[in-house]
């Protein structure tokens, strides 16, 4: 995978000091890179399902932390701006612990404020092990490995050789391919990231080994990117190719475009037969009601031809991008050699691409003929582009309510987890997203306006010391460039969904933007610093944080995953083995002892007791469960499993009043959830029977409070009916049977 560099060497005057420490880092990175993927890429669903895998990629950051901080005890000097942006990254995970003293979720507070660590060790790991060129170097295979598995993954999917639970995601108009994502959107940014990045090998790769490997990647790559069949994903790349091809010569230009374009031609060229076998595919191996998942084999004729297919496509562009090198690189350098001498020069392609792409656009938009080359349903994906699709609109309210949970918690935000928790109460419409569908949105709410300004900060003064110093330093231009490609298609793809939210994907970007410094570390100096940056003291108190904060958080993270591990056990006992209640709650009481945060497993825990009351009748059970339900409550007070749980055990134990109370916290809080206003219809009819004949004027207020649900309900109805015609107004909200009757009832006995 070299590529053409004027560098001689971008190497840190102190990398060559600590070589195995540097090796040990570089090893670790790339072994984060190859194995963590595979288990939903680590996504963040603010679930118990998903913490074990996260907490197992934070631990192993943690002991890279460790080796960072072994690395820079000789090696750290503040004079520089790498060593700068390493203390400033920290803020970010500083400013989400100090968001989480006003958190509206205390456990994911806490998670997120590890999982933003994670990243800024990321980030520093690539600033200070990817400064050595061989290092480097191993980390961009590892990389490029780790992605192009997982597209090879996708298709052995997509083809039926082997099945991974969502890989085909089965949306309204068919199965989208997802890979190890789950989600098509972000397996698509993933894809156009890796697609620009294979591009940029396939031109400037000098081995013809490495050449071949990229290139053959391309029709894979722009296959799979196709079959995920998302719309801004498509918008980003040619965004993208314009903000990347001023970083190239002309020449080099000419074949990105050139290359770019022969991919998609013969990518097309196969992508009809392709499909039709896809959708055979999927209904030979992918579950239904009526039979399980059945993997085919790669010698049945589907998969057979459409293997061919993609293997002829792969041969044919590798072919046809060797043979340029060959034959017309050469030539193209040597007639457009006075043509790249021109400061003006490096604008021409974009000006061109500029011009193609909005003829390519109006005319598949407005051509019938150009879009009934492609099946169906890419054709409709390119004919929906436009800014009045419901998934725009949707994503324009999530960001606006977003802002208005800003409007509540401007400094500091809610803590990590904030959206999940509270966008139901400033939600426009009964949408269902516990995600905000952006980066900055989500940063947003959960570390308010404090932590989005430091987090673009951050990352814009990343980008304007790399662009600068790419400027400033031609003899140290070179394959990193590939880190400022993945980094920045990835962010911009996320500011219109939701792909940090996977960890994997987050850690990449951060990674990719340490290593996209780390080459021009010894030309970011700065001059003034280095007489304090000759005292041994203060060089030695960073790292010296690091490893301290590195056993801390090392020991917080043991201690949440134990505590994980312990709940699993007491639920495997549970319904597994039938364990009789006292024992289970032996090992829960554990769980719930090693994390009292984890509203989950009190939640299971009053569950549990609730049971036991239930067949027991054992007062104490029914304490001892309302007890742990209002302890997990002030740790999680927007958990609606909390809430429902409250209200029926309240119940159970005679406290109607406090009962109706948590109704209307329930009503306040999930102000579109119908069933809240079910519920707390019925109960405030039944206590207003209850109450006629003893006090009437307290059964009056409860029939007001009755009225008042029932006109909030019409109000809400009537609101949804001004939605524009091609936004979903998401869960459905309207009137229930049980709540007609009720207000029938009540309006008979009025008349």
């Known amino acids: ?120 060790i990321l980030f520093i790991a690539g600033l200070y092990f990817a400064q050595e060129i061989k290092s480097r170097k191993t980390i961009e295979y590892a990389l490029m490995l780790s992605s192009y598995v997982i597209v090879l993954f996708g298709l052995l999917n997509l083809f039926g050789q082997i099945y991974y639970r969502d890989a085909l995601w089965l949306a309204h108009d068919g199965y989208r391919l997802t890979s190890v994502f789950q989600y098509s959107n972000t397996y698509a940014g993933f894809l156009a990231a890796l697609f620009l990045v294979s591009l940029y090998y396939a031109v ?30 498509i918008v980003v790349i040619p965004v993208m190719v314009l903000i990347l091809i001023p970083f190239l010569r002309l020449t080099k230009q000419i074949a990105y475009i050139v290359f770019l374009g022969l991919s998609v031609v013969v990518s097309m060229a196969i992508l ?99 879009r009934g080359v492609l099946p169906d349903k890419i054709a409709s994906r390119f004919e929906n582009i436009n800014l009045q699709q419901h998934s725009v609109l949707e994503r324009l309210t999530f960001y606006k309510d977003g802002l208005r949970v800003a409007e509540d918690y401007p400094l500091l935000g809610g803590g990590g987890g904030a959206w999940q928790a509270m966008y139901e109460q400033y939600q426009n419409n009964p949408y269902w997203s516990r995600q905000a ?42 394959s990193h460039l590939i880190f400022f490609i993945v980094s920045l298609t990835l962010l911009m793809h996320s500011a219109i969904d939701f792909d940090m939210s996977y960890v994997f994907i987050s850690s990449i970007v951060f990674l990719s933007l340490g290593c996209m410094i780390a080459p021009f570390n010894g030309k970011l100096l700065i001059e003034r610093l280095n007489d304090k940056s000759g005292q041994s003291w203060p060089n030695f108190v960073y790292p010296s944080v690091l490893a301290v904060l590195s056993v801390i958080l090392l020991f917080t993270a043991l201690k949440e995953t134990s505590a994980i ?24 009481n554990d769980a719930v002892k090693g994390s009292p945060t984890h509203s989950t497993f009190a939640l299971t825990k009053a569950n549990w007791l609730e049971q036991g009351f239930t067949q027991t009748n054992n007062q104490q059970m029914l304490t001892e469960a309302i007890d742990a339900l209002v302890q997990a409550k002030n740790y999680d007070p927007y958990n609606r499993n909390i ?85 979903q107004q998401g869960r459905a909200f309207s009137y229930t049977p049980a709540m007609e009757q009720v207000i029938a009832d009540l309006a008979a006995a009025g008349s």
């Open 272 to 370: 009809g037969k392709l499909t039709a076998n896809a959708d055979e595919i999927a209904k030979l191996v992918q579950p239904t009601a009526e039979k399980v998942q059945s993997p085919i084999s790669l010698f049945s004729s589907l998969p057979l031809q459409s293997w061919g297919l993609l293997l002829l496509g792969m041969a044919v562009t590798t072919g046809l991008i060797m043979l340029y090198h060959a034959k017309i690189s050469a030539l193209l350098e040597a007639k457009l050699e006075k043509l790249s001498s021109y400061k003006w020069s490096f604008a021409a392609v974009p000006a061109v691409i500029i011009v193609l792409t909005a003829i390519a656009a109006v005319t598949l938009l407005s051509s019938s003929a150009i």
């Open 643 to 727: 809430i429902m749980s409250q209200y029926n055990l309240l119940q159970k134990s005679g406290q109607m009043t406090e009962s109706l109370k948590i109704l209307d916290e329930g009503v306040n809080k999930f102000p579109w959830d119908i069933k809240m206003y079910d519920a707390s219809v019925t109960a405030y009819a039944a206590a207003a029977k209850a109450a006629a004949g003893q006090d009437e004027s307290l059964a009056k207020q409860y029939e007001e409070r009755i009225r008042a649900l029932s006109d909030e309900v019409q109000r809400r109805i009537d609101q949804l009916a001004t939605l524009p015609e091609e936004q």
């Open 1 to 120: 995978m070299s590529t053409r560099t004027k560098s001689s060497s971008s190497t840190s005057p102190l990398a060559s000091d600590f070589p195995l420490l540097r090796w040990l880092g570089t090893i670790g990175i790339a072994l984060f890179l190859i194995i963590f993927p595979y288990d939903k890429a680590l996504f963040n669903g603010y679930e118990l399902n998903f913490e074990s895998a996260i907490y197992g990629a934070v631990i192993f950051g943690l002991v890279l932390l460790l080796l960072i901080a072994a690395y820079l005890f000789r090696s750290w000097r503040l004079n520089s701006y790498s060593s700068i942006l390493s203390i400033a990254v920290m803020a970010l995970p500083v400013i989400y612990w100090l968001a989480s003293f006003q958190a509206v979720s205390a456990y994911y507070a806490k998670f997120m404020t590890l999982v933003s660590f994670l990243l800024a």
């Open 565 to 588: 591990r312990k709940f699993n056990k007491a639920y495997e006992l549970a319904v597994q083995q039938q364990t009789p209640l006292n024992e289970l709650l032996v090992v829960l």
């Open 204 to 233: 400037h790769c000098i081995r013809p080994s490495a050449r071949i490997i990229h290139a053959a990647m391309l029709v894979p790559i722009w296959i799979s990117f196709l079959f995920t069949y998302s719309r801004g994903a």
């Open 437 to 478: 569908h952006s980066f900055f949105v989500q940063v947003l709410v959960e570390t308010g306006w404090i932590g989005l300004i430091a987090l673009i900060t951050l990352i814009g003064f990343i980008y304007f010391l790399y662009i600068r110093a790419f400027i400033r330093n031609p003899e140290r231009r070179g």
